[in-house]
């Protein structure tokens, strides 16, 4: 392994943080609403996906794609969501309870400072307290916050090409060279993992690379090809090695 900070060749995007949705319009009107993002033509969006486009500077999108299973479990994704200040906090848990979120108890104990909601299909979010010094300057979307072995993290840092930003006590967190997000991941102990992940990331080649070098490179890192009944589609299905899918996409243009 590296050692904090180091990065391997910085050739993949992080396009999007995809969900599974039963309504991805109801999820994903939430999450515009809550955010102040704007839906996207997106030409992956066929079949009643939804993707949202960053309105402030966030490096990646979301998108909602329609499944029939109900979700299940815990989420082994969610966001850490910031603010500026105790009121901003108050007015970010009033603006998502109004469009549909609830108070949810995960184990997190009357004293937390953070507030833990769900959306309408019961994918977990926190809204973080002020003055919280690990996400300060990170974004609305402070965390991309992952459940996940301290070999993912640097999995992830070397696929990205994104520093190690933190690594300790077998927690790890990586974020852009940009700034932006941070991606975390909390180490041991790790929570049940369904048979398919409802969160997955998709990724694009950047410039001056392509998806089959990409993913001989990922391959190289630990990952591996996966078949969870893709088909014959233009993007590549793999898993990290902690097993979760994400999806190589083919350069557009």
């Known amino acids: 392994m590296g050692g904090l900070g180091q990065t391997g060749a910085m050739a993949l995007d992080l396009h999007a943080v995809c969900f599974d949705a039963i309504d991805p319009q109801l999820v994903g009107r939430f999450w515009a609403g809550v955010l102040g993002w704007e839906p996207t033509d997106d030409l992956l969006d066929a079949g009643g996906a939804v993707a949202l486009a960053p309105s402030d500077g966030t490096g990646f999108r979301l998108r909602f794609a329609p499944t029939l299973e109900a979700k299940s479990l815990q989420n082994r994704i969610h966001f850490d969501l910031t603010s500026a200040t105790p009121e901003e906090q108050d007015e970010t848990v009033a603006r998502a309870l109004g469009l549909g979120a609830s108070h949810i108890d995960i184990g997190q104990g009357a004293d937390a400072d953070h507030v833990v909601l769900a959306d309408p299909e019961g994918n977990e979010f926190c809204v973080i307290e002020a003055g919280n010094t690990f996400l300060a300057g990170c974004g609305f979307i402070g965390a991309v916050n992952c459940d996940g072995t301290r070999e993912v993290g640097y999995f992830w840092s070397q696929a990205l090409g994104w520093p190690l930003v933190w690594d300790q006590d077998e927690e790890t967190a990586i974020q852009s060279p940009q700034g932006g997000s941070k991606v975390t991941w909390s180490g041991p102990p790790l929570m049940p993992r369904p048979s398919k992940s409802r969160q997955h990331f998709d990724l694009t ?19 591996k090809w996966i078949d969870i009944g893709q088909g014959e589609v233009s993007w590549v299905v793999m898993a990290d090695p902690d097993g979760n899918e994400f999806c190589v996409l083919a350069p557009r243009g």
């Not at 080649?205 to 990952?223: M, N, Y």
Request: glycine share 16%; proline share 11%; no cysteine.
């Open 205 to 223: 080649p950047a410039p001056g690379s392509d998806q089959q070098t990409e993913v001989g490179r990922l391959s190289s890192l630990g990952a």
